[in-house]
């Protein structure tokens, strides 16, 4: 790690009232500015024509702009390459991974990425919700709504019954009942999204239609062919094994029940709003997520598990692969995410 407590346990921010510390000498900062713009804001990091690093944060409760050279970053994270107990100034904590250079979260993969994963929902929990309204002008629930009656237009059968998988909170699984889903399975591996996810389903007084199920999409707990409608939204790109998850979505899915995916796609299109929503998405995203929940690391992954994840056309033979038919997908949100149908053949 970059950020290092003293011997005796004491944050670095009790050695600093300003300024980098380095071995050599301090760097001073440069006078805080009072208005930027979100141009300012790139991830991993903006380096300008001067050969300037501009790094956006949080200090005693004010915005400012930090701006440091290049080669006090790079004298920075080589001596935490090092191992050398190298404080900076806590203006940077937030940043710490662009610091060492971990810009490459999405490309996690095994037993590492799952852990990642749910950490990082763990620690984001209780703003989960807010933040996705606010990344999506609120559209995420539209885009379920959508999602639920395309997945019900299978007809059910006697005890039908509905897999949410990655339900998070409980939107997807929640618009299932609304839409008319008799009886919803809702499965997640993170604890704190089931508990607000049964607070959601006690206020709507679904907690009867709803059964919560802690587990992992990589290998569900659940017997085969039992739901006539499986659903996941949001939650593809965030697996270590796709075509593991996308089988277990299937193994568990009844013959001739249907299986449904919303999740957030490569923007391929384009235009002026695919750019504008492709800069938004990188640039401002990771900003937001840093100030509603305090945590830079999620929201910095949450673009970069979107660019290397499969596009529609791609995620469709996924589905073919798996062992569904007429796979099929439409596009919502002008290209930004796409809701994918599959269903099982009868046996």
């Not at 050599?24 to 001067?50: E, M, N, Y």
């Not at 249907?258 to 504008?276: Q, Y």
């Amino acid at each position: 790690m970059l950020l290092n407590a003293d011997d005796n346990g004491a944050p670095p921010s009790q050695h600093f009232n300003s300024g980098v510390s380095r071995k050599g000498g301090t760097h001073s900062l440069p006078p805080f500015l009072i208005s930027f713009s979100f141009a300012s804001f790139v991830h991993p990091a903006f380096c300008d024509s001067t050969g300037t690093w501009a790094i956006a944060g949080q200090l005693r409760h004010n915005t400012h702009i930090l701006v440091m050279s290049k080669r006090v970053v790079s004298e920075l994270v080589t001596a935490n390459a090092a191992n050398e107990a190298t404080p900076i100034h806590p203006f940077l904590y937030p940043f710490h991974s662009i610091l060492r250079g971990d810009t490459s979260l999405a490309q996690l993969t095994g037993a590492e990425k799952t852990a990642y994963v749910r950490a990082m929902f763990g620690r984001i929990t209780h703003r989960y919700d807010l933040l996705n309204t606010v990344i999506s002008g609120g559209m995420h629930h539209r885009w379920r709504v959508k999602a639920a009656r395309t997945a019900l237009e299978v007809a059910p059968t006697p005890n039908a019954k509905a897999l949410d998988v990655a339900t998070g909170t409980g939107d997807f699984a929640i618009s299932l009942l609304q839409q008319g889903a008799p009886h919803v399975v809702g499965l997640d591996f993170v604890p704190g999204m089931l508990t607000l996810a049964g607070i959601k389903a006690r206020r709507r007084k679904l907690r009867g239609k709803l059964t919560l199920l802690a587990g992992d999409a990589q290998g569900l707990p659940l017997p085969s062919d039992t739901f006539q409608w499986v659903t996941s939204g949001f939650n593809m790109r965030n697996v270590a094994d796709l075509p593991l998850a996308l089988s277990e979505m299937v193994r568990v899915t009844q013959p001739g029940g249907r299986v449904v995916i919303l999740e957030i796609t490569p923007i391929e299109k384009k235009g002026l709003f695919p750019a504008l929503f492709r800069w938004y998405f990188r640039r401002v995203t990771p900003l937001l997520g840093r100030v509603l929940t305090g945590d830079h690391e999620a929201y910095t992954y949450l673009p970069e598990s979107v660019a290397q994840f499969q596009n529609a056309p791609a995620l469709a033979r996924m589905l073919e692969a798996a062992g569904l038919d007429h796979v099929r997908y439409q596009l919502v949100g002008f290209g930004a995410a796409a809701i994918h149908v599959g269903d099982k053949p009868r046996q």
